[in-house]
Each structure stands twice: as structure tokens, then as C-alpha cells.
């Protein structure tokens, strides 16, 4: 029951922050990139909703605007973390040996840098767009799922129904798309729910570090980071940007746990 209101109360704050992502990319109250100095630190009401910001921009466009390029920049740093680090962590399970040894010496190499760092190195390199994001995310995030992977995959691999389908004249290959794959979903939808919250912490933070998507397309990273210069003047720059990121955040969280206890009830009301 526990685990159902969890799951319950995650997708209800996910999906109001994905339709308010989706309502950006068609509408938003006023243009997120319109300057208005006449109306520069407006309190919230009135025509702007939840006010406006040092160059009299609308805060709420802006935050549907941020939630587009957070919630796309997440969306293709988890596709690339699940593919890559799926793929990499079946081979290295199912195969074993010297592939294995190689994959495990570099995935640790990978861990032993937290993931913010990591990214945050890559980007000084690459320079701060979104394709720089992505790959610089997903390649710290990468062996996480590898792990995950693997340790299912080797689980698995010595088991009845694997003999089973090599008896029956299936190849390695049929076997770890058939039988193998498909026993690893409920450990990778785990993880990758858990990832994309990960993701959207590490991009807030890199764009409040001034490394994210470049100004001045709003990100809610960077609406808090241009919010320090005027948060004595107009608190709410600050606060409804912070409000978005902790209620996707709980919203991943509540959504993690449901999923895992509908995968695995053993672990319900624990």
C-alpha cells in the first residue's frame, strides 16, 4: 500500500512537471527571452503570475522553458547511460574473461571520480552546450548501469532456462536477447528512474556553475545562479526555480521506490 502511494504521488509531480515541459514547447504566457526593462523585479501576480526577473523577463515562461531543456537534457542522458551501459554490462556478464577485466578496471576508473566532477571536467573541454551535457553525463553515469547489469547478468547466466535454450540449439546471442535481456528490465527501469534524478541535480548544478545550457535560454540551474546577484531584491527568483528542482526530485524519489516495490515486494513497507 505503501509503495502504491509512493508510486502514486512520484507520477502525479513528474506528470505536471512533463506537461508543463510539453506546454513550453507550444505556449508560455509571454516569450522566455523577451526583455522588458520597464518591468524588471515585478512581485508575483497580476499579468506575471510568479513575477519577473533583473531584465523584466516573465519567471513563469522561464521555468517552462527550464523544464524543457531539463527534463530533454535528462530524457537523452538516461537513454545514452541505459543503452550503452545495458549493453556493456550484458557482454560483460554473459562473456566474462579478459572483456570483463577490461570493462570492470575502466568502470572503476569512471566511479572513482564523483559524477558531477567528472562531467564538469568534460565540459571545460568540450565547452558548455547540450551535446556536451549529454555526452559528459552520460559517460559518468555509464558504469553505474554497467554494474547493475553485470551483477544480474552473472546472476542469471548459470541458470536452468540458459542451459535450457543452449540444449535447444539457440545462440549466445538468441539466448542474451531472449532469455537473458529480459530478465535485467526491472533492475534497469530501477536504476534509470533513479538516474534521471540524478541527472537533473547534476545539470542544475552545472548550470548554476555556469557549464550548462548557455544563456540566456533559461534552465533552472541558471535562473538560480543569476538569482544570487538579486536575492535581497526579489526573493522569488530563487525560490520558485528551487521549488522546481526539489518537487521533480521527490517526484523521481517516490517514483523510485513504488517501482521498486511492485518489482520486488519483498522490499515493500520496510
Not at 517552462?64 to 545514452?80: E, I, K, N
Not at 526539489?246 to 524519489?253: E, N
Request: with cysteine; glycine share 10%; aromatic share 8%.
Amino acid at each position: 500500500m505503501k509503495g502504491r502511494l509512493n508510486f502514486l504521488i512520484g507520477a502525479a509531480l513528474l506528470l505536471v512537471i512533463l506537461v508543463m515541459a510539453l506546454t513550453a514547447t507550444v505556449w508560455t504566457p509571454f516569450d522566455p527571452l523577451a526583455l522588458d526593462l520597464r518591468a524588471r523585479f515585478l512581485p508575483p501576480g497580476g499579468a506575471h503570475l510568479l513575477g519577473t526577473d533583473e531584465f523584466g523577463r516573465d519567471v513563469l515562461s522561464r521555468l517552462m522553458s527550464g523544464a524543457t531543456q531539463s527534463l530533454t537534457v535528462a530524457a537523452f542522458t538516461v537513454g545514452f547511460a541505459t543503452l550503452f551501459g545495458t549493453l556493456l554490462g550484458l557482454f560483460s556478464g554473459y562473456v566474462g574473461g579478459t572483456l570483463d577485466r577490461i570493462l570492470m578496471v575502466i568502470s572503476d576508473a569512471v566511479l572513482a571520480f564523483p559524477g558531477t566532477l567528472l562531467a564538469l571536467a568534460l565540459l571545460v573541454v568540450m565547452g558548455p552546450n547540450v551535446y556536451g551535457i549529454v555526452l559528459a553525463l552520460g559517460i559518468a553515469y555509464t558504469p553505474s548501469m554497467l554494474r547493475i547489469v553485470r551483477g544480474t547478468v552473472m546472476s542469471l547466466r548459470e541458470r536452468e532456462f540458459i542451459e535450457a535454450s543452449h540444449v535447444i540449439g539457440n545462440s549466445e546471442w538468441a539466448t542474451m536477447l531472449r532469455h537473458v535481456l529480459p530478465n535485467c528490465i526491472a533492475p534497469i527501469t530501477v536504476l534509470a528512474t533513479s538516474m534521471f534524478g540524478w541527472v537533473i541535480l547534476a545539470e542544475s548544478g552545472l548550470s548554476f556553475l555556469g557549464l550548462g545550457v548557455p544563456p540566456p535560454q533559461p534552465t533552472w540551474g541558471n535562473m538560480l545562479s543569476t538569482a544570487r546577484d538579486h536575492i535581497d531584491r526579489a526573493v522569488w527568483l530563487g525560490i520558485f526555480p528551487g521549488l522546481c528542482i526539489s518537487a521533480t526530485l521527490l517526484g523521481v524519489i517516490l517514483l523510485g521506490d513504488g517501482l521498486r516495490d511492485r518489482f520486488d515486494p519483498r522490499t515493500e513497507n520496510t
